[in-house]
């Protein structure tokens, strides 16, 4: 029997990706093919284990997938087999990340990930002044490294002063908001240097490492974690690479220590997303990805606005609203309301990561749909507008708009006969026309 309610809510939802714009750095849209193995007869079997040492019977096939599975993901990163093994179990990223931790260390270990504000990952060890955030700084005691306040690039030279002082068994590179490649040649040194792990999260740039347009953390990395669905534009999932004298380790951590059984019709939909990855064309688009955040990076300049590092290479930028003096969050508001996604993000100095001084910016998925260099100025035309709006409502309604809610209050009671709220749906009408011309044919 036909349910009317979710069907509704799934049209709804599908309306909304084809006539907005998203520019969310962690989305991208997957291709038919991973939606199909996704929504599979795959999600129906139970197969808690190893391929070939199961908890249940009938997994002859379940095997056959994942084994294939991993085979995929260590050719796209050109591993050898007889070096590195991959676990493709993980529900996704962060406990990918959560489960290295606990095949490697011990409570109360110290480890060293990127500070949030700097672009970092929650997963990394974040906590404010009042609380620890994540569980990592809750299970583990995590002293973070920053990027220069001038620059916005990591400052490697503090980071081994850290490491020397801290002597942390477990050093992280890789973030969520970072606009720039990494040194791991200069990390790997200093955690060698105090019998450290290296851990790489590559989830923000596996498509670029894998397409060799990043530089390759397998060089220097003990284990290296990643999510499947965003620059690899494959379902929502995980990996761990790990060299093989610690994949025993890791296995145990993943199951029976974290997880149960594995999702079949997740790792079937990876197995897809992976040999697509494999392809020319997978490279171009990554090249294309790569140039139209340089691209809108170049543009925003242009507008008058600063992003983190003053650019980007890799597909994400980070605009700093401070001198605006307004804050990430308004602005993510402002442009949801006329169907431009992103998100709000700390960036250095911030005391709240609710109340962000930036937002991100990610190319993945429009690119997927069809973006291109050309259509980059109207893209910062159309995000320009938007902020410049919000800047004049904060203006002329100073006392009016200081919270969040009251700014959002605000908007959202504009009359329909008010100029404010003419302008604002006259951007909505530009973005909706603007999404017309990139293609969307899912099958729903």
Same mark, same amino acid.
């Not at 995980?238 to 380790?249: A, D, R, T, V, W």
């Not at 410049?388 to 959202?412: G, R, Y």
């Given at each position: 029997?036909?349910?009317?309610?979710?069907?509704?809510?799934?049209?709804?939802?599908?309306?909304?990706?084809?006539?907005?714009?998203?520019?969310?750095?962690?989305?991208?849209?997957?291709?038919?093919?991973?939606?199909?193995?996704?929504?599979?007869?795959?999600?129906?079997?139970?197969?808690?284990?190893?391929?070939?040492?199961?908890?249940?019977?009938?997994?002859?096939?379940?095997?056959?997938?994942?084994?294939?599975?991993?085979?995929?993901?260590?050719?796209?990163?050109?591993?050898?087999?007889?070096?590195?093994?991959?676990?493709?179990?993980?529900?996704?990223?962060?406990?990918?990340?959560?489960?290295?931790?606990?095949?490697?260390?011990?409570?109360?270990?110290?480890?060293?990930?990127?500070?949030?504000?700097?672009?970092?990952?929650?997963?990394?060890?974040?906590?404010?002044?009042?609380?620890?955030?994540?569980?990592?700084?809750?299970?583990?005691?995590?002293?973070?490294?920053?990027?220069?306040?001038?620059?916005?690039?990591?400052?490697?030279?503090?980071?081994?002063?850290?490491?020397?002082?801290?002597?942390?068994?477990?050093?992280?590179?890789?973030?969520?908001?970072?606009?720039?490649?990494?040194?791991?040649?200069?990390?790997?040194?200093?955690?060698?240097?105090?019998?450290?792990?290296?851990?790489?999260?590559?989830?923000?740039?596996?498509?670029?490492?894998?397409?060799?347009?990043?530089?390759?953390?397998?060089?220097?990395?003990?284990?290296?974690?990643?999510?499947?669905?965003?620059?690899?534009?494959?379902?929502?999932?995980?990996?761990?690479?790990?060299?093989?004298?610690?994949?025993?380790?890791?296995?145990?951590?993943?199951?029976?220590?974290?997880?149960?059984?594995?999702?079949?019709?997740?790792?079937?939909?990876?197995?897809?997303?992976?040999?697509?990855?494999?392809?020319?064309?997978?490279?171009?688009?990554?090249?294309?990805?790569?140039? $139209?955040?340089? %691209?809108?990076?170049?543009? /925003? =300049? &242009? !507008?008058?606005? #600063?992003?983190? @590092? $003053?650019?980007? %290479?890799?597909?994400?930028? /980070? =605009? &700093? !609203?401070?001198? #605006?003096?307004? @804050?990430?969050?308004?602005?993510?508001?402002?442009?949801?309301?006329?169907?431009?996604?992103?998100?709000?993000?700390?960036?250095?100095?911030?005391?709240?990561?609710?109340?962000?001084?930036?937002?991100?910016?990610?190319?993945?998925?429009?690119?997927?749909?069809?973006?291109?260099?050309?259509?980059?100025?109207?893209?910062?035309?159309?995000?320009?507008?938007?902020?410049?709006?919000?800047?004049?409502?904060?203006?002329?309604?100073?006392?009016?708009?200081?919270?969040?809610?009251?700014?959002?209050?605000?908007?959202?009671?504009?009359?329909?006969?008010?100029?404010?709220?003419?302008?604002?749906?006259?951007?909505?009408?530009?973005?909706?026309?603007?999404?017309?011309?990139?293609?969307?044919?899912?099958?729903?």
């Amino acid at each position: 029997m036909e349910d009317k309610e979710v069907n509704t809510i799934i049209h709804k939802e599908y309306l909304r990706q084809k006539n907005g714009i998203e520019l969310i750095a962690s989305e991208n849209f997957t291709s038919q093919n991973v939606l199909d193995a996704l929504g599979s007869i795959m999600t129906n079997k139970y197969s808690e284990g190893q391929p070939g040492k199961r908890y249940y019977g009938g997994n002859e096939y379940i095997d056959e997938m994942e084994l294939l599975c991993k085979k995929r993901a260590l050719e796209l990163f050109d591993l050898n087999p007889t070096e590195w093994d991959v676990n493709v179990q993980p529900y996704s990223g962060s406990p990918a990340n959560f489960a290295v931790y606990t095949a490697l260390l011990n409570p109360h270990d110290r480890i060293m990930g990127l500070d949030l504000p700097s672009g970092g990952h929650l997963t990394h060890g974040y906590y404010s002044n009042k609380k620890k955030i994540s569980a990592t700084s809750i299970y583990f005691e995590s002293l973070p490294y920053v990027v220069n306040k001038e620059t916005g690039l990591i400052d490697y030279d503090d980071l081994e002063n850290k490491a020397l002082l801290f002597r942390p068994k477990c050093i992280i590179a890789g973030g969520s908001a970072y606009p720039r490649d990494w040194d791991y040649e200069r990390i790997s040194k200093i955690a060698k240097n105090i019998d450290a792990y290296l851990l790489v999260d590559m989830a923000h740039i596996a498509g670029l490492v894998a397409t060799k347009q990043a530089n390759n953390p397998f060089l220097y990395a003990d284990v290296v974690t990643t999510t499947t669905h965003k620059s690899l534009r494959g379902p929502r999932s995980g990996m761990i690479f790990s060299h093989k004298h610690l994949s025993e380790k890791i296995d145990f951590a993943v199951f029976p220590s974290l997880q149960g059984g594995p999702h079949n019709n997740v790792i079937s939909a990876v197995a897809v997303a992976l040999k697509e990855a494999m392809e020319p064309e997978f490279k171009e688009y990554i090249l294309n990805v790569k140039e $139209n955040a340089q %691209e809108l990076a170049n543009e /925003l =300049i &242009n !507008l008058d606005y #600063k992003l983190a @590092t $003053n650019g980007t %290479e890799n597909h994400l930028l /980070l =605009i &700093n !609203l401070r001198d #605006k003096n307004i @804050t990430g969050s308004k602005i993510e508001f402002i442009l949801e309301r006329v169907n431009i996604s992103v998100n709000k993000n700390s960036i250095i100095g911030d005391k709240s990561a609710l109340s962000p001084g930036g937002i991100r910016i990610g190319l993945c998925a429009m690119t997927t749909r069809g973006l291109k260099k050309e259509h980059c100025l109207t893209l910062a035309k159309l995000i320009h507008r938007s902020i410049q709006f919000a800047l004049q409502i904060q203006e002329d309604n100073k006392e009016n708009v200081v919270k969040l809610n009251d700014f959002k209050h605000f908007i959202n009671n504009l009359s329909l006969d008010n100029d404010l709220y003419k302008r604002l749906e006259d951007i909505q009408k530009d973005v909706f026309d603007f999404s017309k011309q990139f293609t969307f044919d899912y099958k729903i």
